[in-house]
């Protein structure tokens, strides 16, 4: 197969395909473009989680075990912010900081969010395109039992425990895409887009909630595949399943396919779920099941090459 | 000896004079008003090296050996800040950033430095106030032979090793005293003004300039007492002495009563320096020699004491 790969990219589950897709990649074939509804302002500091997920999955930096943030990392800032009453609720490493620091600063300096990820990423050594889906403001806002929660307070504050409603993705009206972003979806030779595992309500729908995103890629001729983040009818990681739940979907793969529909040509599913695979060629997206549980280097690789295997089967 | 002590106060020589006068003096009965010209933004976060050095000092927080910031700090966050390309001139330890990230954020949404100041002095269980000199910006600038440097870049950045020709305090004309200086230096009940052994020209100076200051202290009443920084024609720390000198004056005790003259009273100076008590006394300052090093928590309380004898035996 030869072309660009554009991925959809959300935290965790999706850095870990988009790690995969990067081995099997050279940088010039492939654009990652990262979710920003996560962003958030906080003590003043702007904080790009997803983004920072896949630039530290990328380069090899992310604490494996805790499954966030950065291997080796310590935590004198936050003892120290404690200390001196403020807010502790959202956890930011010393190491960690740095990047938090210079992207504020890059930011009120006027810098794109494109460019300073770009310069920070290629400081890491990472050579692969990663880009925000917009640089302009775009906020994940929660409609819950207990009211409306920005993202972060309700992922990180509130652990989930609420139950949501509605989700909304403030300022996506007025944003666009990343000029990174948008040249990928208009290539020429774009051979395929990959809906990375990541959730697809909260961090795939603020990428298509971006204006123009959608439409494009529903004109892209070519293959449009999706890796499901729902495995056995739950999640790997997050609440995607327990979402799911509360809007009113039974949590299932044909559940993702569904979500995409129209956009899809292609679901990659978790062998367990391979009882599903008549149900989603019903909706006319072909099926490949796999072991979709990502553990190691070996299944990033494993995963992304299979995934990439469906692409160029439905090109 | 009863009512108000007011301290003039730069960092790390004049902190340790403070903590004396802290242990001495309940809280209803001393205002440490310290120097914010050497005040910078760096990497976006605003950072107040003179109030920190002042509270860590008195939080018995301060790192005693190295002489700056605090004991156990620890520097993951300036080693991820080199390997992403930022400026790692100037060290901003892990613990110490939690104090710049909330002053920063606090000064954003509108809070004085001053009350800023209070509260996390609180948090750190200090009960005296330390208080800005100014809650407006006033900067000091170093005019050298390599051009014009703001301080922190003369400081740190080139440690002094330019050659100083002038020393401007921006900002100082447009600025007016914090409402705790401007309260202390009118108290009916001032019983002394105690300039800490802190540079003259960089600590202390940038304090005089602020508008009303120096007028004040001249109608004060009550004795003002330095404690000279240089002893034996050289400063204990930093640049006092070599800045005198690049100035035309030759460091010495009576060079620093020469400069506070016309606000002095009285001259703490070091007994190494017993000969210049003539001198001294010439310019109608009373001088006590004692041993003016502070090596200990014995020392500072025991320099503390004896240059309250002094303002005692002023009044």
């Known amino acids: 197969m030869t072309g660009h790969i554009l991925a959809l990219c959300g935290g965790v589950g999706g850095a870990k395909l988009a790690f995969g897709l990067a081995r099997l990649l050279p940088p010039d074939r492939l654009t990652i473009a990262v979710n920003t509804g996560d962003d958030f302002e906080h003590l003043g500091l702007h904080v790009s989680p997803d983004i920072d997920t896949v630039v530290y999955t990328l380069a090899r930096l992310s604490d494996r075990v805790r499954g966030w943030g950065l291997a080796g990392e310590?935590?004198?800032?936050?003892?120290?912010?404690?200390?001196?009453?403020?807010?502790?609720?959202?956890?930011?490493?010393?190491?960690?900081l740095a990047m938090h620091v210079l992207r504020t600063q890059r930011l009120r300096d006027g810098e794109t969010l494109s460019r300073i990820t770009a310069t920070l990423g290629a400081a890491l050594g990472l050579s692969h395109?990663?880009?925000p889906m917009s640089d302009q403001p775009v906020r994940t806002v929660m409609d819950t039992d207990v009211g409306r929660l920005p993202f972060q307070?309700?992922?990180?504050?509130?652990?989930?425990?609420p139950v949501v409603r509605a989700i909304h993705f403030e300022g996506a009206a007025q944003a666009s895409p990343s000029d990174a972003l948008a040249q990928a979806l208009s290539r020429q030779d774009l051979a395929g887009v990959i809906i990375c595992?990541?959730?697809?309500?909260?961090?795939?729908?603020?990428?298509?909630?971006v204006p123009g995103v959608r439409s494009a890629l529903e004109r892209v001729a070519a293959p449009i595949v999706a890796v499901s983040p729902i495995i056995g009818g739950a999640a790997l990681k997050g609440p995607a399943a327990k979402l799911m739940a509360e809007l009113g979907v039974t949590p299932s793969a044909t559940a993702v396919a569904r979500h995409y529909q129209g956009l899809l040509s292609g679901l990659v599913i978790d062998t367990i779920d391979v009882g599903e695979t008549a149900a989603i060629a019903d909706l006319g997206i072909a099926v490949s099941a796999t072991d979709a549980v990502m553990t190691d280097d070996g299944d990033?690789?494993?995963?992304?090459?299979?995934t990439l295997d469906l692409v160029r089967a439905l090109a």
């Open 74 to 96: 310590t935590w004198a800032f936050m003892s120290a912010l404690g200390r001196l009453g403020g807010e502790t609720w959202f956890n930011l490493g010393d190491t960690d």
């Open 129 to 131: 395109a990663i880009v």
């Open 153 to 161: 307070r309700y992922f990180v504050g509130e652990q989930c425990r």
């Open 197 to 209: 595992p990541s959730n697809p309500y909260l961090s795939v729908d603020p990428i298509l909630a």
């Open 300 to 306: 990033r690789l494993r995963l992304a090459g299979e």
